[in-house]
């Protein structure tokens, strides 16, 4: 079995709130926010709290809370942070995709500094494409995880995918069967954390359309993939499935099942 499980995400340091006291009797953009402030021929124009020697973001509109490079939520955007593990976290995982339970992956101890955001978008790799196979490698793009408006519940943290995929046989026959991922979010206190589309989200994501924003400092997800044949009409754990069938490899669990799955983390 070829199981690949990706899970990939920028950050900085610590929040000021913009300055109020300063040497000028005009907000620094003009319209009567915080003064620009020069002591010593340190500067800081916008009036934000940061030096224009450390301020990659001029301008910050007045009041706005900044980041320690000076820049505020509205002048970010949010960025890939492909370091792993990221934000000095702890990552653990139990179980597997294809069984009974799913696979749970459980982050801890997540440092967030000054960020303003995190989020954890799913099946984001386009180097990986999320789907599901028992016959072989994925084919692309009609075994692909397709997401499913009907099956979901964004808001209550559920996300459901569903595809289209086969079983080869020893015989050399192949059965079509329908294919699931479900993959639920919870924050460190059980409570669901809502999915949403990356539009929503203000992603601009690699290829991933759905994720959840991570306030806190840790999180758990559980995914479970899951078969369905036109004669049983029964969700069944894919790698349960694919054992109790006459296949080639008949005593090598999961020998011809490919999967992809995994999440990535943006920030800002």
Not at 46 to 65: E, I, L, Q, R, W
Not at 87 to 100: C, P, Q
Not at 131 to 138: A, F, Q, T
Request: charged share 20%.
């Amino acid at each position: 079995m070829l199981a690949l499980f990706v899970a990939t995400s920028c950050a900085t340091g610590q929040a000021t709130t913009p300055g109020s006291d300063g040497g000028s009797d005009v907000g620094a953009n003009g319209d009567g926010g915080p003064p620009a402030k020069c002591d010593g021929g340190v500067c800081d124009q916008d009036g934000d709290g940061v030096p224009d020697t450390s301020d990659t973001c001029a301008n910050t509109p007045p009041k706005a809370v900044v980041n320690k490079v000076g820049c505020s939520d509205s002048q970010l955007t949010a960025k890939l942070d492909s370091a792993w593990p990221p934000y000095g976290m702890t990552w653990t995982e139990a179980g597997e995709l294809g069984r009974a339970g799913g696979l749970t992956w459980t982050y801890t101890g997540i440092q967030r500094g000054d960020l303003f955001h995190i989020y954890w978008i799913v099946c984001d790799d386009p180097t990986m494409p999320c789907g599901l196979s028992l016959d072989g490698p994925i084919d692309v793009p009609s075994e692909k995880w397709t997401y499913s408006a009907t099956d979901s519940d964004l808001p209550n943290g559920k996300l459901v995918f569903t595809n289209a995929t086969n079983i080869l046989l020893a015989d050399a026959s192949k059965v079509a069967l329908n294919g699931r991922l479900t993959i639920t979010i919870v924050d460190g206190s059980n409570v669901a954390i809502p999915f949403t589309d990356v539009g929503t989200l203000n992603v601009t994501a690699r290829d991933g359309k759905y994720g959840a924003e991570i306030k806190g400092t840790g999180f758990k997800v559980v995914a479970l993939g899951e078969v369905e044949d036109a004669t049983s009409q029964t969700w069944t754990p894919y790698l349960d499935y694919y054992d109790a069938a006459a296949t080639p490899d008949t005593g090598d669990a999961g020998g011809n099942v490919y999967t992809s799955y995994g999440g990535s983390f943006y920030d800002k």
